[in-house]
């Protein structure tokens, strides 16, 4: 019987942690996807819709505490690639598992995104 205790919490805590990884790895894609499709002429929105959505999405998930986000926009033309980062701390500790794991690991992920030929500017 301890055995199949153990087993079952390390499953338990297998799933936690992948769900974790993929509602991180979300944020991130569609941050990268938010900047990619901003107006062109205006980086400083770019990077704040993408924060914005990469805050917004991770919320969603209560045992992620966000650790860092960046996105490498600096090739804002037509056809350019741009690359998000984000961290966040899954945290076991609010979890029942922080019996058995006790620390919270910092998880990360990567999102790259092109922008499109076809890119407008910002009405005045």
């Known amino acids: 019987m301890p055995i199949l205790v153990i087993l079952f919490i390390g499953f338990l ?3 936690v942690g992948a769900q974790g990884y993929v509602d ?3 944020a991130v894609s569609l941050a990268a996807a938010s900047n990619a499709t901003a107006f062109a002429d205006d ?4 990077f704040g819709f993408a924060s914005d959505t990469y805050t917004a999405t991770l919320r ?3 045992l992620l505490r966000d650790n860092g ?3 490498d ?13 984000g961290s966040a701390v899954l945290e076991f500790s609010r979890t029942p598992l922080a019996i058995v794991i006790v620390r919270d690991p910092t ?3 990567t999102a790259t995104a092109t922008r ?4 407008s500017t910002k009405p005045t």
């Open 13 to 15: 805590a297998a799933g």
């Open 24 to 26: 991180l790895n979300m």
């Open 43 to 46: 980086p400083e929105d770019a």
């Open 60 to 62: 969603h998930d209560s």
């Open 69 to 71: 986000f960046d996105c």
């Open 73 to 85: 926009g600096t090739n804002y033309a037509a056809g350019g690639k741009v690359v998000c980062t």
């Open 107 to 109: 998880i990360s992920a």
């Open 116 to 119: 499109s030929p076809y890119r």
